[in-house]
């Protein structure tokens, strides 16, 4: 079974220019977990509680800058794997480059 969670926003202060970090903008996140059959159950503490893992993530974002969009996935990707019983994470983190034509880059990064 896979849990995703897709776009979630958050406001950060990370990029590689100091303009960038010092006016902050948003970045999108997108998440698969793969939990095996829990919350099978119909139980939710038996399964990966996702308002958990959003949490997780702002908190992450929040503690500190990253220069480069690699840095904060795998930062967001290694938290998720150890905080939460999963079998893998896959973690996309997304954002509109300034003066570029493109509708954003990302990263992806993923955990066995």
């Known amino acids: ?17 100091e303009e960038e970090r010092r006016r902050g903008q948003p970045f999108w996140f997108d998440v698969q977990l793969e939990v095996g059959e829990r919350g099978s159950d119909d139980e939710l503490p038996h399964a990966v509680d996702y308002t958990r893992v959003a949490a997780a993530i702002r908190a992450i974002s929040d503690a500190r800058e990253f220069k480069l969009l690699e840095a904060l996935a795998t930062a967001v990707a290694d938290d998720l794997r150890a905080r939460f019983p999963v079998e893998r994470v896959v973690v996309k983190v997304r954002k509109r480059p300034a003066g570029m034509p493109v509708e954003h880059s990302a990263v992806t990064v993923a955990r066995p």
């Not at 979630?8 to 990029?15: D, N, P, R, S, T």
Request: net charge negative; glycine share 18%.
């Open 1 to 17: 079974m896979i849990v995703e969670l897709q776009g979630l926003e958050v406001f950060g202060h990370h990029g590689a220019y």
